[in-house]
């Protein structure tokens, strides 16, 4: 990112759609080629009807309260999100939030995802008692920023990935809020 960009970190709007789905979009042709990419894919691309379909999703989900979806837009476009989903709304379960986040090739590695974290951490508190998140075992440098928020490690799930003939595994982490 050029040092004269500028960064926003917000929440999602509506019109933030063409953006997150281009940016979705460019995942997979990556993970084809890195088959130890860090974002759980679905194994073929969807279409534009089902992205719209799940964007829909996603804002009922914001208005009900059951997600917290923060985007980095740098000079005006969406780059990255991360995002915290109520695990499972109106059960006993509810208290849990599960975060995600991903980031354009290119934005990585220049404080943008920490910003987001960090963004949608203070966004979770009063609405989630704790964040869980899975990460690859070989991730470490997310591994690391979610240590520097107080995650905390309490497992590991074997060939929980099986991407392009190979098997990852998964670190399962946690943060009390």
Not at 54 to 62: C, P, S, Y
Not at 141 to 149: D, G, I, K, N
Request: charged fraction near 30%.
């Amino acid at each position: 990112m050029p040092s004269n960009a500028s960064l926003l970190i917000r929440d999602v709007r509506p019109t933030d759609f063409d953006d997150i789905v281009e940016t979705w979009f460019s995942f997979f042709p990556e993970a084809e080629a890195d088959p130890s990419f860090g974002l759980s894919l679905y194994r073929e691309r969807p279409t534009m009807e089902e992205e719209r379909k799940w964007f829909t999703g996603a804002l009922q989900d914001i208005e009900n309260g059951n997600l917290v979806k923060i985007v980095a837009e740098v000079d005006g476009r969406v780059v990255g999100w991360c995002d915290v989903r109520r695990v499972a709304p109106r059960t006993h379960n509810d208290h849990r939030g599960t975060l995600g986040i991903c980031l354009r090739r290119g934005f990585r590695g220049r404080g943008i995802g920490k910003a987001l974290v960090a963004a949608a951490i203070a966004k979770s508190r009063g609405k989630f008692e704790s964040l869980e998140l899975t990460v690859l075992t070989n991730n470490e440098t997310a591994v690391r920023l979610y240590r520097q928020y107080g995650f905390r490690s309490y497992g590991r799930r074997p060939s929980a990935i099986k991407r392009c003939g190979r098997y990852f595994d998964e670190r399962l982490m946690f943060l009390d809020l």
